[in-house]
């Protein structure tokens, strides 16, 4: 129903603001005109078409009880905790994988994840999920956390590339470079360009290199993913943990809640974020005739080269 709100009613003029749903004020549109932005995000939907303002604070998942429901129940953690080791089953196929570490202090917690898109499912899987508690006293071992991503090259997983936060995060950038690995700074509270595994073609035709994601985009992309089934993930008790405790604050800033967390909910919504952007890469260089101004360089074509031919292992 539209309502009708007087805000100036002076003898001489008379304004009226309507607050109503673009179905209910445009008849050439409908509510399942907009099903697709209410498949992404209910309430960015109704925000945006329904006029139903969001409220100053609210739970980034309307349904928290979809976060477990939705998670792959077949599928155990490839970490053994008793060994401190990765099982011996968890091996790499023929994928790109990336990974991310949020890193932390030494009070808090590290998440780290691996993830890559399945071509066969066209989902993005979440391979690995560890978090890193310090032990009392002392700092995160990051020399420690860099051994993780020379694990899984050992195992055959071709990493694609390591990303991180901001934190502290310089020196190890910089010693997996040295050692071949593609790194990235990539955070879900701040804006960077980040670099593409293979250039993209944009509207326009031209090729881009680099992608800055607008804010909210990571954990946005992260969410459809999720509630369209189009993420496979095992029920991590600490990932389901957090993501039901995301709250969205003034529809701009995605935190946790009052003695909460959210680091590996972080890292898990970065991988994503780094799959469903460069699997669009990898559609675009199948279907996108690559001119002679637009070859990709050295580096990117030595990189498809082995992801095409399958996992390749790192020196450690």
Not at 188 to 197: C, F, M, R
Request: glycine share 6%; proline share 4%.
């Amino acid at each position: 129903m539209i309502e009708r709100v007087y805000i100036d009613q002076t003898p001489w003029v008379q304004r009226i603001a309507v607050v109503a749903a673009t179905w209910e004020c445009n008849p050439n549109t409908t509510k399942e005109t907009f099903a697709e932005e209410f498949r992404r995000s209910e309430s960015r939907a109704m925000r945006d078409y329904g006029a139903e303002p969001m409220f100053s604070v609210e739970g980034y998942f309307k349904n928290r009880e979809q976060i477990l429901v939705l998670a792959n129940k077949e599928r155990e953690d490839p970490w053994d905790s008793a060994t401190n080791e990765w099982k011996p089953w968890f091996r790499g196929g023929s994928y790109e994988y990336y990974c991310h570490f949020d890193l932390s202090e030494s009070r808090d917690a590290t998440g780290f994840a691996v993830a890559h898109y399945e071509t066969e499912t066209e989902r993005v899987v979440l391979d690995a999920l560890r978090v890193f508690q310090p032990r009392r006293g002392m700092n995160i071992d990051f020399a420690e956390l860099r051994e993780l991503v020379y694990s899984l090259s050992d195992r055959g997983f071709y990493i694609a590339c390591v990303s991180y936060d901001k934190f502290q995060s310089t020196e190890s950038r910089q010693v997996l470079q040295k050692k071949g690995y593609r790194v990235a700074l990539i955070s879900v509270d701040a804006s960077y360009n980040i670099e593409l595994t293979r250039p993209l073609p944009d509207a326009s035709g031209k090729m881009r290199a680099v992608v800055k994601p607008s804010k909210l985009e990571i954990y946005d992309t992260f969410q459809e993913h999720l509630l369209s089934g189009r993420l496979d993930y095992f029920t991590h008790p600490t990932l389901i943990r957090e993501l039901q405790g995301l709250e969205l604050y003034a529809g701009s800033r995605i935190d946790h809640g009052r003695d909460g967390s959210k680091d590996l909910a972080d890292a898990a919504a970065i991988v994503t974020w780094q799959c469903a952007v460069n699997k669009s890469t990898r559609e675009a260089a199948e279907n996108q005739p690559v001119r002679s101004q637009h070859a990709l360089t050295p580096g990117q074509y030595r990189a498809l080269t082995r992801a095409l031919k399958g996992p390749k292992q790192r020196l450690s």
